[in-house]
């Protein structure tokens, strides 16, 4: 039999683009505060002090929250688009898993590289490497993408590659359930409730890719429902109701994990809607959503050529500077575009083809809907 990779309809998941975007947006905003860095110390690290911080604050302060919401729109897509597959076994595990490692393998490798490059250089000149240690145990489990799967990683080379390393092994959980156990959402729910209170990496990735998958079933289950317009307008309401609530009674220090994790799924169900959007629109959305991973494994690399270029010239990094700060978002953006046209692609087409057409599969097409998650 042969196995197929089907995407679903761009124009039912722009909303989830436009959200993956701010994701990344968010993460790349709250690590700019690593030009604060000499070595691996931070010096004078005063955010308020960072560009348009009184704009950006809720990136700067919060903006680890977005890998979570990274780790809720995977678990959306993976179960739009795979919880069927994989439980009537129409695709199989190596169809499967060559589909989401040819996607992330590639751009991890090439970054793990460079930071493993550019680190020695760096301490050359600063008597010590620049944010993460390095530890070469590290280096050979990140190899197998596997170097953060213990309930206490430790950050080392290029260290957002962990949530994506946590979010590998996920995979395997939601295959082997899926395949072995059910595809019932009771499992959502009661995955949900267990993970949300282990209090490791591995159970706010579960918890946060299960919730988005409720998510997904629950926006299946609605499609073709005569309700649907009544679900989606008081879901609407409710998505709208708890940012204002928030702001109006400054409830921001009352807003715990599961209230994160209710309000995360009402989002992606209202998102995942058709959104009625021009076609050059739309494109854009897409091209947005694409580069996510890219700007997320690349703006490390990026800031690490960044600090040794002022190393060696022995100039401290202007990073309360306007202007610094729009070039570095600027070079980031576009070294994600360059990277995710010009190579994440070609890579992802040219795995796909090797190792899937052996396997009598048709080569699939590459899919730019993969998170980073990260």
Not at 171 to 182: A, D, G, N, S
Not at 211 to 239: D, N, Y
Request: charged share 10%.
């Amino acid at each position: 039999m042969h196995e197929t990779l089907t995407t679903p309809p761009a124009d039912k998941l722009l909303g989830l683009e436009a959200l993956r975007f701010i994701a990344a947006f968010d993460v790349l905003i709250w690590h700019y505060q690593h030009f604060a860095y000499v070595a691996d110390t931070p010096v004078h690290l005063v955010k308020a002090q960072f560009p348009f911080h009184d704009l950006l604050y809720p990136f700067y302060e919060a903006g680890g929250m977005g890998v979570w919401v990274f780790w809720c729109i995977s678990g959306f897509i993976f179960f739009w688009k795979y919880r069927d597959a994989i439980s009537d076994r129409s695709i199989g595990a190596w169809t499967f898993f060559v589909a989401r490692l040819s996607r992330l393998y590639p751009l991890h490798f090439v970054t793990l590289m460079m930071v493993a490059s550019l680190q020695p250089i760096y301490r050359h000149f600063q008597g010590g490497v620049f944010v993460y240690p390095i530890d070469m145990q590290k280096f050979v489990l990140q190899l197998f993408m596997a170097s953060d799967w213990s309930p206490h990683p430790r950050f080392s080379f290029n260290a957002p590659i962990w949530s994506v390393s946590v979010e590998v092994l996920v995979y395997v959980v939601f295959f082997l359930t899926l395949r072995f156990v059910t595809k019932s959402p009771l499992l959502n729910v009661i995955v949900v409730l267990v993970c949300a209170t282990m209090g490791s990496p591995i159970g706010y990735c579960l918890s946060c890719f299960y919730a988005g998958g409720l998510a997904a079933i629950g926006r299946q289950a609605v499609a073709r429902s005569q309700f649907r317009p009544l679900v989606e307008a008081t879901l609407w309401c409710a998505a709208v109701a708890g940012p204002v609530s928030i702001w109006m009674f400054g409830l921001q220090s009352r807003i715990d994990y599961c209230t994160f994790l209710l309000y995360t799924l009402i989002l992606l169900f209202c998102l995942s809607g058709r959104l009625p959007l021009s076609p050059p629109w739309q494109r854009l959305l897409q091209a947005a959503g694409s580069m996510t991973y890219s700007s997320y494994l690349l703006h490390f690399p990026i800031q690490l050529l960044i600090a040794l270029g002022f190393a060696i010239l022995q100039r401290p990094i202007p990073l309360t500077d306007d202007l610094f700060f729009a070039a570095f978002i600027a070079a980031t953006m576009l070294a994600a575009y360059v990277s995710y046209r010009t190579f994440e692609v070609p890579a992802q087409a040219l795995l796909r083809g090797l190792l899937l057409s052996k396997q009598g599969s048709p080569p699939a097409t590459p899919d730019p809907r993969s998170v980073p998650a990260r």
